[in-house]
């Protein structure tokens, strides 16, 4: 089991977008892109009139001229939804990292923006890219303690028992930092609590390891508790708690 990792990081971002219309955008306008200082404009609405004005100009809506961050992470970390609307009717590929190292939607997910992380899913950001650190944004949700952003991916149908490279799960994520708030979450979204990562440990064996004994008093409790997940049914008890299995 690898150590804890930080609650907090730079997110990753990717590229996404409509068919057809970032090579119409690139050969439109290569290079021409947007003034940074747009994107900290406090009065949103004179930026969303100004930011139109631009994109139907021909600015580039993948580009910003004073940096080689995209502006749709630009848009996303102002949480300024309106402007990522327009970049991406305009073009922009919401996958596009540049120079950051998350995407937009790792960005979302970062800054705990549940209707940021909606819109960005809404328009094909991909979940297993939004950062490097971890394959799963669930589990970089879990990470960061944005329970928020936690549920916007679960209402995604992103899968809540999914794993990254070393076979964790969200929940052993949570079950690392001792976090019952977000342990409650994915439970109610079916979350197995008998999975094991690569090197055989549990999310009750992460709490252990970990040293919190509070959750680990409550889960031990909450694992005879777990209701009917979406994907699971319990049939009953064995060793410390249900055993799942899939529906069928």
């Not at 998350?102 to 992380?117: C, F, K, M, V």
């Not at 549990?202 to 005879?224: C, I, P, S, V």
């Amino acid at each position: 089991m690898e150590g804890a990792t930080s609650r907090q990081g730079t997110p990753v971002p990717r590229a996404h977008g409509e068919p057809g219309f970032e090579r119409r955008a690139a050969r439109r306008h290569p290079g021409v892109g947007l003034p940074e200082a747009l994107f900290q404009e406090l009065d949103r609405d004179k930026a969303t009139a100004t930011l139109a004005q631009l994109l139907r100009a021909g600015r580039d809506p993948n580009c910003t001229i004073d940096s080689n961050v995209p502006p749709i992470i630009h848009a996303i970390k102002e949480d300024w939804t309106e402007g990522a609307a327009l970049l991406v009717h305009f073009g922009a590929m919401v996958d596009n990292r540049g120079a950051s190292d998350s995407t937009a939607l790792g960005h979302a997910i970062e800054n705990d923006w549940r209707g940021s992380t909606t819109f960005l899913l809404q328009h094909g950001a991909d979940p297993r890219k939004a950062t490097p650190e971890y394959e799963s944004s669930l589990s970089f949700a879990v990470d960061r303690g944005s329970i928020r952003a936690l549920r916007a991916l679960l209402e995604f149908d992103i899968p809540v028992n999914e794993t990254d490279g070393q076979g964790r799960t969200a929940l052993m994520v949570a079950a690392q930092w001792g976090d019952r708030d977000v342990a409650e979450e994915l439970l109610r979204a079916g979350a197995l609590t008998e999975l094991k990562d690569r090197a055989g440990d549990n999310a009750r064996d992460y709490a252990e390891q970990y040293g919190h004994k509070e959750f680990l008093a409550w889960f031990t409790r909450r694992m005879f508790a777990v209701p009917h997940g979406p994907e699971t049914k319990l049939l009953g008890v064995q060793g410390r708690g249900w055993t799942p299995t899939p529906r069928g």
